[in-house]
């Protein structure tokens, strides 16, 4: 595993540098924030390589590399935990991309908010520092409206 140095930039050379000793398989996914992250093999080993940008590290290291070591570790799949809250205001992204959109959830009796980190971008740590979770926008969806209920995943969850 690496971080940073997978984007396409004119010094990000680790996906070059991987090509050169094995293969890249795979160098850009759909995610938003994270989509620089690539796969390769270097004689039968494969290599993960996550983008520097914080945020675009932790959404890959949750979504790749935590799958992935507990598969080659033996551990049984689980998934984070969530909980139901209503969006205080608009989710914004862009259709064909998974957004991880960062919240702060609040509990105020029976009630459950998430409200989006004003703080947005893969270099802006401050927007996963101030969350208590995530809200996944799905692939095929413009966005999340203000009062929609959504499933706020743990991210920091270890279980």
Request: net charge negative; charged share 20%; glycine share 12%.
């Amino acid at each position: 595993m690496t971080t940073g140095g997978s984007s396409v930039g004119e010094r990000d050379l680790v996906p070059e540098v991987v090509d050169d000793l094995g293969e890249v398989l795979v160098h850009g996914v759909a995610l938003k924030p994270g989509h620089p992250v690539a796969l390769g093999v270097v004689e039968g080993t494969p290599v993960l390589m996550l983008p520097g940008y914080p945020v675009a590290c932790i959404v890959n290291a949750v979504q790749f590399l935590r799958p992935t070591l507990r598969e080659v570790g033996h551990l049984p799949h689980t998934d984070p935990p969530t909980i139901e809250a209503e969006l205080t205001r608009k989710v914004v992204s862009d259709p064909g991309t998974r957004t991880f959109a960062r919240v702060q959830v609040d509990r105020d009796g029976e009630t459950v908010t998430a409200t989006p980190t004003r703080a947005s971008g893969s270099g802006v740590l401050s927007s996963v520092a101030l969350a208590d979770g995530w809200v996944v926008v799905p692939d095929r969806r413009e966005g999340l409206d203000a009062g929609d209920v959504v499933a706020v995943e743990d991210w920091e969850w270890s279980g």
